[in-house]
């Protein structure tokens, strides 16, 4: 159509071959997820239920420490006898029993958990997005110490054409735990920069613009090789949807200069909340 073709003018269109391929993956980790909650004994109907997700940073410990609400997908609110949780890999090979109990801190996930940040590679200081996805089901997103989500079975630092264009079905992420100074200009992690995500040529206009949710139009400043979201329009933003500086943003680049954003409160640094849900926005290219 019309607008699909404007949707992605001037930008990176994922291939007719990256979509699908996309979409066998999200058929089969549909398929893999049904397959997990039918081994556990639940009926699929439970995977209809709300979502439930927290940002948690990972600390030197041997058990994570989840808040009330994500506890409560598992029956912990306030106290529990010891339920299990499924965390699929995001290899999307298999599920990782993990034992989710309580003590005087709180509910925390706890043996399994251990052997599943060691087989996957998460170290210490990593930002998680933990996601009950129903039935004690989790899934999870992992920020490296750049602040970049982890692509899992990826190796290397600059991206191939081909692997920026099926990183794009993906949504390229990173993640920003705010600080004072951001708040009047905010950088870019470079390692997002160097993956290629973003062009040259689009990083290289007179006057390059991210856009959020299509009406919020904010400059980005490049400073040798450094980027930042800035401008006047940039604190505006961040106090209409109440973003304070305590708070961790998780951006997603959606193609074409345009972005998405879920926002966690960040009271302590290790106990993050959810606070926004995510924004979603079409793709527009001008």
Avoid at 64 to 76: Q, Y
Wanted: glycine share 10%; with cysteine; hydrophobic share 35%.
């Amino acid at each position: 159509s019309v607008g699909t073709r404007a949707a992605w003018r001037g930008g990176r269109r994922p291939t007719a071959s990256a979509r699908k391929e996309q979409g066998r993956k999200g058929r089969r980790w549909w398929n893999f997820f049904l397959g997990s909650v039918k081994a556990m004994g639940l009926s699929s109907n439970c995977a209809k239920t709300i979502k439930v997700q927290q940002c948690v940073k990972l600390p030197d410990s041997k058990y994570l420490h989840i808040n009330d609400e994500l506890a409560g997908c598992f029956g912990t609110e306030d106290h529990g006898d010891g339920q299990t949780a499924l965390v699929l890999s995001p290899f999307g090979k298999n599920a990782w029993p993990v034992k989710v109990d309580r003590d005087a801190k709180g509910a925390f996930l706890g043996d399994g958990w251990p052997q599943f940040v060691a087989a996957h590679g998460i170290g210490v200081g990593w930002y998680l997005v933990i996601r009950h996805e129903g039935c004690g089901v989790l899934t999870l997103k992992a920020f490296n110490a750049s602040f970049v989500i982890k692509e899992f079975g990826l190796t290397i630092t600059v991206l191939s054409p081909a692997e920026i264009e099926n990183a794009f079905a993906r949504k390229p992420q990173f993640i920003v735990p705010l600080q004072r100074s951001f708040m009047e200009k905010m950088p870019i992690p470079p390692e997002f920069l160097q993956r290629g995500y973003i062009s040259e040529e689009d990083l290289n206009r007179p006057r390059p613009i991210a856009t959020f949710l299509t009406s919020w139009h904010i400059e980005l400043k490049k400073d040798g090789p450094n980027v930042f979201f800035t401008g006047s329009e940039w604190p505006k933003f961040l106090a209409y949807f109440e973003i304070a500086e305590t708070d961790v943003l998780l951006i997603k680049y959606q193609g074409c200069m345009n972005f998405s954003f879920e926002t966690f409160q960040n009271g302590n640094n290790e106990d993050i909340e959810e606070k926004i849900s995510s924004s979603q926005q079409s793709e527009q290219c001008e």
